[in-house]
């Protein structure tokens, strides 16, 4: 167990223990909500050298996905795939037109400029999205912040601000507005119980479809 983290164990009223490894290295457990820690500790013992195999996996794709900004590599915008082309006299450091190209002169700040560009379209695309739901859903919102979060997609303060990662650009546009929708609920709801999960749902009906987007694939938001 000392080579396998525990990120969380959620109880529901689940009949079977299930594992997830997840791309941070960690597991989320699954279980019944009587199940003991000691029964859940000997599960993962059964299924050690499984789980091991999975989490190596796992970040294995997740250092492959770190990017050289070399010509044929592959980026992510809105959800969509897009080819990465090397181009000398480029008139801008990177231009897109159905496909990402890169000043060869700029090449060695692949990295920055790719950055940059990512941050000023979600700057411009979620505040958008995010006026569009709140009156959708019939929301009052004050600031809209976008940031450098590594992790956390979006926030909501206590005095109703609302936050939100540049890399979420990179998500379908589906996934993007759950984010929003989750945290404009978090308007009225300042928790994730039951009554918060009801605000979601009643914006967003499907929404647990791009929930388990999100978390399978968060991994590909980084490089």
């Known amino acids: 167990m000392n080579d396998i983290k525990i990120e969380k164990i ?14 941070n290295g960690t597991i989320i457990v699954k279980a019944p909500k009587k199940a003991t820690n000691k029964l859940i500790i000997e599960i993962i013992e059964q299924h050690k050298d499984k789980i091991l195999k999975k989490l190596k996996e ?6 492959n996905n770190f990017k050289q900004f070399v010509a044929g590599e592959e980026f992510l915008y809105i959800g969509k795939v897009y080819k990465l082309y090397i181009v000398e006299n480029l008139e ?14 700029c090449q060695n700040q692949g990295k920055e400029i790719f950055t940059e560009w990512y941050k000023n379209q979600a ?3 979620i505040p958008n999205r995010v006026i569009h739901w709140a009156e959708r859903c019939g929301y009052n919102i004050k600031k809209i912040g976008i940031t450098n979060a590594n992790r956390q997609w979006g926030s909501c303060s206590s005095k109703g601000n609302l936050n939100f990662s540049w890399r979420l ?10 984010v ?7 308007l009225k709801e300042l928790n994730h119980s039951k ?29």
């Open 10 to 23: 959620i109880r529901s009223n689940r009949k079977t223990i299930a594992i997830k490894p997840t791309e």
């Open 58 to 63: 796992l970040e294995k794709i997740k250092e």
């Open 92 to 105: 801008t450091p990177l231009k897109f037109q159905d496909g990402f190209y890169l000043s060869k002169d």
């Open 123 to 125: 700057k411009i695309i």
């Open 169 to 178: 650009i990179l998500a379908p546009l589906e996934v993007i507005d759950y």
């Open 180 to 186: 929003i929708v989750h945290e404009l609920s978090h």
């Open 195 to 223: 009554n918060f999960w009801n605000e979601v749902k009643k914006c967003m009906p499907e929404y647990k479809e791009y929930h388990d987007w999100l978390r399978k694939n968060s991994f590909k938001l980084k490089f």
